[in-house]
């Protein structure tokens, strides 16, 4: 686990580069930006994706409280994930990041086609 130290706090970029480092961080955002999955939803969307892997990026998120997860009490047990507040708040950022990745796209194809 990701931990933070005073000197983290110092600067937003630090912070957010920290916050932000798993690997699958922003993707399980982007996945969760349309509401509630379960866990093997969420599993399901990545290619290759270890059980494990998600587990420690989804903790890692549920610390920086990024990410809530509501567990159900019945059977057969039932957690949901979804994005907190705070996790909400990174909407505009995700959506500049899709636009962007979108015209990179469009521009490494172009590149590749001349």
């Given at each position: 686990?990701?931990?933070l130290t005073?000197?983290?706090?110092?600067?937003?970029?630090?912070?957010?580069?920290?916050?932000?480092?798993?690997?699958?961080?922003?993707?399980?955002?982007?996945?969760?930006?349309?509401?509630?999955?379960?866990?093997?939803?969420?599993?399901?969307?990545?290619?290759?994706?270890?059980?494990?892997?998600?587990?420690?990026?989804?903790?890692?998120?549920e610390h920086?409280q990024l990410?809530?997860?509501?567990?159900?009490?019945?059977?057969?047990?039932?957690?949901?994930?979804?994005?907190?507040?705070?996790?909400?708040?990174?909407?505009?950022?995700?959506?500049?990041?899709?636009?962007?990745?979108?015209?990179?796209?469009?521009?490494?194809?172009?590149?590749?086609?001349?």
């Amino acid at each position: 686990m990701i931990e933070l130290t005073s000197a983290d706090l110092n600067c937003p970029i630090t912070i957010a580069q920290k916050v932000l480092s798993g690997k699958y961080s922003l993707l399980i955002i982007f996945h969760l930006k349309d509401g509630p999955l379960r866990f093997n939803e969420l599993l399901r969307k990545f290619d290759g994706l270890t059980h494990s892997s998600l587990t420690k990026q989804l903790r890692q998120l549920e610390h920086f409280q990024l990410i809530h997860r509501e567990i159900y009490n019945q059977v057969p047990p039932k957690v949901e994930y979804s994005l907190t507040d705070l996790g909400k708040k990174l909407y505009p950022t995700i959506n500049e990041l899709t636009d962007w990745g979108s015209k990179y796209i469009d521009n490494c194809k172009m590149a590749a086609n001349n």
